[in-house]
């Protein structure tokens, strides 16, 4: 089975998380990736990570979308890092409101994402391949489903040719998000994000803080195997593998996996679909 696949990647703090990182990339490019993204950091905490990653990765020979962040951030410093990014040969972004830091008193000259993607275009034209955030189970901090929804419409109206979920473990919520999309008149690809489980306190963690619902039936199974990691990853594989499954027989445009900066449980998920 052809399906386009890709990776998201974080900046590493130390040399040698940097070193693993590059073992790991090069293990999962063996799935020829369409392409590999590397997250942001608000208020300059990793962008110049998040860079120099993307500049490895395009030296790697793959394609690299970088992470872009708007969040307390002024028109002049966004059109910098473009004109940085644009002379190191990067061709795609995630555009992304992000999360204000702590300590930061406003959120800068764009308030949302779709004041992003709109500036971007205006100063970039069609230099830059946008995708920009999905969220099938609906952004925390929205006001309802359906104010979520149309700020969903007015980021791709405003220029995006793409989109990536938060991940999700219940495959309904994405095709209904999708559908209700269409209906808005969307119709860019929105491409599911898929998170492997492998921690089940790290997973929980995540989970509470980005709205994704862990449904209740895998919570209690994940806290049933206590520190048993051997049957977290065996059910964890086992899961998102169906998950997988559900998605690509129902035709969506690829899956981004969300590393986590490993390897071995993406490998093994798509071992087993014969990606």
């Given at each position: 089975m052809t399906l386009p696949i890709s990776f998201e990647f974080f900046p590493t703090k130390t040399?040698?998380?940097?070193a693993k990182l590059r073992?790991?990339?090069q293990e999962l490019y063996a799935l020829k990736p369409e392409f590999c993204s590397v997250t942001f950091g608000a208020g300059g905490s990793t962008q110049s990570g998040t860079f120099a990653a993307v500049g490895e990765?395009?030296?790697?020979?793959?394609d690299a979308a970088s992470h872009f962040s708007c969040v307390?951030?002024?028109k002049s410093l966004v059109r910098e890092q473009l004109a940085t990014l644009r002379a190191m040969g990067v061709k795609r972004l995630v555009a992304l409101r992000g999360d204000l830091p702590s300590g930061y008193g406003a959120a800068g000259e764009f308030?949302?994402?779709s004041d992003l993607v709109e500036f971007i275009r205006a100063e970039t034209g069609d230099a830059f391949h946008i995708e920009v955030a999905a969220y099938p189970e609906i952004h925390p901090q929205a006001k309802s489903a359906e104010a979520d929804l149309q700020a969903f419409a007015t980021k791709v109206k405003a220029g995006a040719n793409s989109a990536i979920t938060q991940y999700f473990f219940n495959s309904?919520?994405?095709?209904?998000?999708?559908d209700d999309a269409f209906a808005l008149g969307v119709d860019v690809p929105v491409v599911p994000g898929i998170m492997p489980i492998s921690n089940s306190t790290q997973l929980m963690r995540f989970s509470d803080a980005c709205g994704a619902e862990?449904?209740?039936w895998i919570r209690l199974r994940l806290q049933g195997f206590g520190d048993d990691t051997a049957s977290i990853k065996s059910f964890g594989l086992d899961v998102i593998t169906d998950l997988c499954d559900q998605l690509s027989m129902a035709g969506v445009p690829g899956i981004h996996f969300y590393s986590?900066?490993?390897?071995a449980a993406t490998l093994e998920i798509c071992r087993r679909l014969h990606f």
């Open positions: 040399e040698e998380g940097a073992l790991v990339r990765i395009l030296a790697e020979g793959v307390g951030a002024t308030h949302y994402a309904d919520a994405y095709f209904r998000f999708v862990i449904p209740r986590m900066n490993q390897s």
